[in-house]
């Protein structure tokens, strides 16, 4: 069994649609272990996200995961890193796969409702990021 970091954007938390994302991991397979909902600032958006610092959309991306508040959680399954990405579907919603998170919440590239580790030693970091080892059971 594995552990990711997950984030449900603003884009999603502002439509109400937390529960609705909860559902498709749970029915996936993945135990949510650990959330709660944060408010992060441009500055510590940029750090969560400072692998893409040099990327053209990195201002636009830490402008917008600051706008609103974000639900940050932690998943546990068997390869939980992969299945929650496969259950997030593609970064773009115009190629993501039917039933994903992305395509059926996603507003577009930017905007698009999640974010999940892509390996194990991202997802260690990222959630030593949010949690703490007390809020981790
Ligand atoms: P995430 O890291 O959020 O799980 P990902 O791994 O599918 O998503 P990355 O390439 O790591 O995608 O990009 C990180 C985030 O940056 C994307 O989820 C998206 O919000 C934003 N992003 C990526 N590409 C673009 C783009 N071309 N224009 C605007 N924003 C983008
Ligand atoms: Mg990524």
Known sequence: TERT?????PDATKRNLTGKINAKFEEAGLRIVAQKRIHLSKAQAG??????????????????MASGPVVVQVLEGESAIAKNREVMGATNPADAAQGTVRAEF????????VHGSD?????????S?????????
């Open 5 to 9: 970091l997950s984030i449900i954007k």
């Open 119 to 127: 390996a194990p030693e991202t997802a260690a970091e990222e959630i």
């Open 47 to 64: 750090t969560f996200y400072a692998v893409h610092a040099e990327r053209p959309f990195y201002d636009e991306l830490c402008e917008f």
């Open 106 to 113: 996603a507003e577009s590239v930017g905007e698009n409702s």
């Open 129 to 137: 990021y949010f949690f703490s080892g007390l809020e981790l059971v």
